[in-house]
């Protein structure tokens, strides 16, 4: 059963920086993609960032491009998103998401990102 943890949400000044992280157990992480999905009030969930399995192919909504980088521990079977220069338009709930063929298998539960002076 996969199971997502996040962390590392909280409350930041524009210009500063989080660095999210998901640790994910109940299944071979090193065999999924994962993702970050975000959720502002009143919203839709969007896509922020995706990773390959092993790492080597990622992207990026055009909002974080340059901002935000993904990446991944298959040994520590954790996702991280290291977000820098955040603006109030970051603020919403972080969630991350594992697939496999297309198919998505598990969310987690989210952490709070804000953003505000």
């Known amino acids: 059963q996969v199971q997502l943890v996040e962390s590392g949400g909280g409350l930041v000044q524009p210009g500063g920086s989080l660095r999210l992280s998901c640790a994910g157990s109940?299944?071979?992480?090193?065999?999924?993609?994962m993702s970050w999905y975000r959720q502002a009030p009143g919203k839709e969930r969007e896509s922020v960032a995706h990773i390959s399995s092993a790492g080597g192919s990622t992207n990026y909504a055009d909002s974080v491009k340059g901002r935000f980088t993904i990446s991944r521990d298959n040994a520590k079977n954790t996702l991280y998103l290291q977000m820098n220069s955040l603006k109030p338009e970051d603020t919403a709930v972080y969630y991350c998401?594992?697939?496999?063929?297309?198919?998505?298998?598990?969310w987690g539960q989210g952490t709070q990102v804000t953003v505000s002076s």
């Open positions: 109940g299944f071979t992480f090193s065999s999924y993609t």
């Open positions: 998401r594992a697939a496999q063929r297309g198919i998505v298998r598990g």
